[in-house]
């Protein structure tokens, strides 16, 4: 059982937007003891957590777990049969997510989702992991993301091109996710065109042989249509003939509709005349027309070319803050996650690294008119001395996201119209909990970002 958060919050106001306003949050501190702080007041409050955690990978930055270690150390003590070290390091990477999960999921509301970016590496342990934490029937998707079309050209064998992202649900059985997008929609898809606009034909057949006349008797019926002007109805009408479903091989199949909706909505139907085995004969199709509230389900590959790729990611921190951060995100890929959720969302990202979701939520609301709220939690850690980074000020990673969020905040606001107020940002940093009185005074500031819409 994880010991309660032995820390407080310290509000930092000269470091945020219009503090007392903001909508958005940005905490320094270790993420554990953040989540741990949430828990007892923020439990149900969130719709989507997004992560990027470290991959595990040698070089990643250290979380002051007991349990952690680098891979250095690591190698030391198996050398030496120390028996610190007695786990394997994917177990001692697990231990640093698995209690983070664990809060994850007592934050997330019922109809909220949890979608993690991650590699080869730990990819198979992750989702094992997640779907011990957050039931295996909860499991939604297992995305590619290629984020890197050229290939990584230094990596052996392959030249590795993508990653991947893990998305579970809280509940299944209600979550809001709609994994659709109007962007996913393709005109060319719908080839035909009339005074009405685009439109496309799809056969009212169900094309799916395990759906026949033994599996679905009810939806095996005759329909009429008129052979001349195409007109569908249920019931027989003046010149219709009798058309009954079969595959083009001439078997008998069954309809996707049942009869009450063909005779409501027989004007969205129509008859063509078609070529079979047995020779020519009457047809049925449903006239699925392009409209401006179409979407299209989001596929499980999503390319640099739909969410945007490494370069454009470090292009896009670049033009806000400068190059003072290796590895980013690209706003895109956090976009599309954004669109899959509610407008008013509450986001939470507890490995913040940049900020990039920050500046996604922030960007998204300015652009669609939402009111979603975002938290990002970013560890202590200080950026390279004499860096990029430093040299322009930024001291650590989070103060990288604090100006990377106060950039974006102020693009916005130049783009709004004259009077119309713009986001804003509380900025909190974890201290060790002290005696004095107050110091959950600054707790409830960033509590008050969580609550739920009435």
């Not at 050229?150 to 979550?175: C, I, M, N, W």
Request: glycine share 8%; proline share 6%.
């Amino acid at each position: 059982m994880l010991l309660p958060c032995a820390s407080n919050l310290r509000a930092q106001r000269d470091l945020g937007v219009d503090f007392e306003s903001g909508e958005h949050a940005l905490v320094e501190g270790d993420n554990l003891e953040v989540l741990k702080l949430l828990a007892s007041s923020c439990a149900g409050t969130v719709d989507l957590v997004y992560i990027d955690p470290p991959y595990n990978r040698g070089h990643d930055r250290l979380y002051p777990d007991d349990y952690s270690v680098t891979r250095k150390d690591y190698a030391a003590r198996s050398t030496t049969g120390d028996d610190g070290a007695s786990g394997h390091l994917h177990a001692q990477w697990l231990s640093l997510m698995a209690p983070r999960l664990a809060l994850a999921r007592e934050l997330l509301h019922e109809t909220g989702i949890i979608a993690v970016s991650i590699d080869q590496l730990e990819v198979s342990r992750l989702r094992l992991l997640m779907e011990e934490l957050f039931g295996e029937e909860n499991f939604v998707a297992e995305i590619v993301v290629s984020l890197n079309p050229k290939g990584r050209q230094l990596a052996p064998f392959f030249a590795t091109s993508h990653e991947y992202l893990l998305v579970f649900a809280r509940d299944f059985r209600k979550t809001a996710l709609v994994a659709a997008s109007k962007e996913s929609v393709d005109p060319s898809d719908f080839p035909r065109a009339d005074e009405r606009g685009r439109y496309r034909l799809l056969p009212l057949r169900n094309t799916n042989k395990k759906f026949n006349p033994t599996s679905s008797r009810s939806m095996h019926f005759a329909v009429w249509a008129h052979p001349r002007d195409g007109r569908v109805r249920a019931e027989p009408f003046e010149d219709a003939v009798e058309v009954w479903p079969v595959f083009g091989d001439g078997s008998s199949a069954v309809w996707r509709w049942s009869a009450r909706r063909i005779e409501s909505d027989c004007d969205q139907l129509v008859a063509r005349q078609v070529k079979g085995r047995g020779g020519a004969r009457l047809d049925v199709y449903q006239i699925d027309r392009l409209t401006p509230e179409r979407t299209k389900k989001l596929r499980t590959i999503w390319t640099s070319a739909e969410v945007g790729s490494t370069d454009d990611a470090v292009s896009q921190l670049k033009a806000l803050v400068g190059p003072v951060f290796p590895t980013p995100k690209p706003v895109g890929l956090l976009r599309r996650l954004l669109a899959t959720m509610p407008k008013d969302s509450v986001v939470l990202d507890f490995f913040a690294g940049s900020g990039t979701t920050g500046q996604a939520v922030i960007e998204a609301n300015a652009d669609d008119g939402g009111t979603r709220r975002c938290v990002l939690v970013q560890a202590v850690e200080p950026t390279e001395p004499g860096g990029e980074a430093a040299q322009r000020g930024l001291a650590s990673i989070a103060a990288i996201a604090a100006a990377r969020m106060r950039a974006t905040i102020e693009r916005c606001r130049a783009a709004r119209a004259s009077g119309v107020p713009g986001p804003g940002l509380r900025v909190f940093e974890l201290s060790p909990a002290a005696p004095e009185a107050g110091l959950d005074d600054d707790r409830e500031l960033l509590v008050q970002v969580f609550r739920r819409r009435s």
